[in-house]
């Protein structure tokens, strides 16, 4: 069964006005570094964020539990010093000039992008999904592209900025877009043309190494894998439980679809691009791009016509009734956004910080 793996990013955050807190070194210290231990946690570009990876799986119950445990753990070593760990996309509040974590390679990012940095201050959902080759990733990168807007609808969790709201479910799609490589990447001929293009870009805008290119989706350099970064921190683990079953099945598509010789599907890039843009303002709660017709459809309507799409693949990973189930759970109670504008309309900051501490709890 095709391989896959999650990175979540969390911020640490000031328990009463959940401003993000530097104490990134302090915790990541302090977390379990049992070897057995599955999966690591390393720091991110801010001192008030960290990144965890997980190991490789098969099984989405595998991810559940593994995510779980690591979550209980790390709420409970942020707790002891004071703050709570909270995936969101961005804090409610925020740095006038965040500090960046001591790391010669962060350093230098910040210094080529300049005063991005300050309103740079975003977590992220990464799926990992293994692919047989290069050539084979980059197949499947070309028809899961056409679906980066659907994904970002099912996963927005960002819709406050300095103290107030947005407007949009993500607001950090919003604040990336000031990123000199971002969104949807182009389609590619092959793997030489991807290696070309990508590196082609180093030492442009910023971009320090292959790394730092931004594209929602990407074929990673350290790992056989295609990595998708379209979504936003999540509260709990129900969303990134549903865009990790998703984008497995979309990247088994994908290579399936390369064996058989289907071409993918065409979509111009400056409508990805405005998709991406438009999913972050309304998430699910309105229209979405269908890569098919190339109109603005009912979010629910493109959501059944991606099940349809990756109809096959649910059904060799055993994850068709776990997907229906969660989906069913996002119709129901919303997407991190609206749940965060729900508790903040209805009693304001404290409001607002009773949904954060439940979801770190």
């Not at 975003?122 to 899961?144: D, F, K, M, Q, Y």
Request: glycine share 8%; aromatic share 6%; hydrophobic share 45%.
């Amino acid at each position: 069964m095709t391989t896959f793996g999650i990175e979540e990013e969390f911020f640490l955050v000031d328990p009463r006005s959940l401003r993000p807190a530097g104490l990134a070194d302090t915790v990541v210290h302090d977390l379990s570094t049992d070897a057995e231990a599955p999966g690591f946690v390393t720091h991110e570009f801010l001192a008030s964020q960290l990144e965890r990876s997980t190991a490789v799986f098969t099984e989405l119950a595998e991810a559940e539990a593994d995510l779980a445990g690591f979550r209980s753990e790390l709420a409970a070593t942020a707790r002891m010093h004071g703050v709570l760990a909270v995936g969101t996309g961005t804090t409610f509040d925020a740095d006038a000039a965040p500090t960046l974590t001591d790391s010669a390679r962060y350093q230098r990012i910040g210094a080529g992008v300049r005063g991005v940095v300050r309103d740079h201050q975003i977590c992220a959902t990464h799926v990992h999904v293994g692919v047989p080759s290069r050539e084979a990733g980059v197949h499947a990168l070309n028809c899961v592209r056409v679906w980066l807007p659907t994904l970002m609808a099912l996963t927005g969790n960002s819709p406050f900025w300095r103290g107030r709201e947005t407007g949009f479910d993500s607001w950090r799609a919003v604040i990336m877009r000031r990123w000199a490589t971002t969104g949807c990447p182009p389609a590619f001929a092959d793997a030489a043309d991807y290696e070309r293009r990508i590196r082609r870009l180093v030492g442009v805008g910023a971009t320090v190494d292959t790394a730092t290119v931004a594209w929602y989706a990407r074929l990673s350099e350290a790992y056989p894998t295609l990595e998708v970064r379209v979504a936003d921190a999540q509260l709990d683990l129900a969303p990134t439980l549903l865009l990790a079953a998703l984008t497995r099945a979309l990247v088994v598509t994908g290579l399936a679809e390369a064996e058989r010789g289907a071409p993918p599907p065409e979509v111009e890039h400056e409508l990805l691009d405005a998709a991406l843009w438009h999913a972050s303002r309304d998430g699910i709660q309105g229209k979405l791009l269908d890569p098919a017709s190339r109109q603005l459809v009912a979010a629910r309507a493109v959501t059944g016509n991606l099940l349809r799409y990756i109809d096959d693949a649910l059904d060799a990973s055993g994850d068709r009734s776990r997907v229906i189930a969660l989906l069913e759970r996002l119709w129901r109670i919303g997407t991190g956004a609206q749940q965060q504008q729900r508790y903040f309309r209805a009693g304001g900051l404290p409001g607002l910080r009773t949904l954060v501490e439940s979801s770190s709890a």
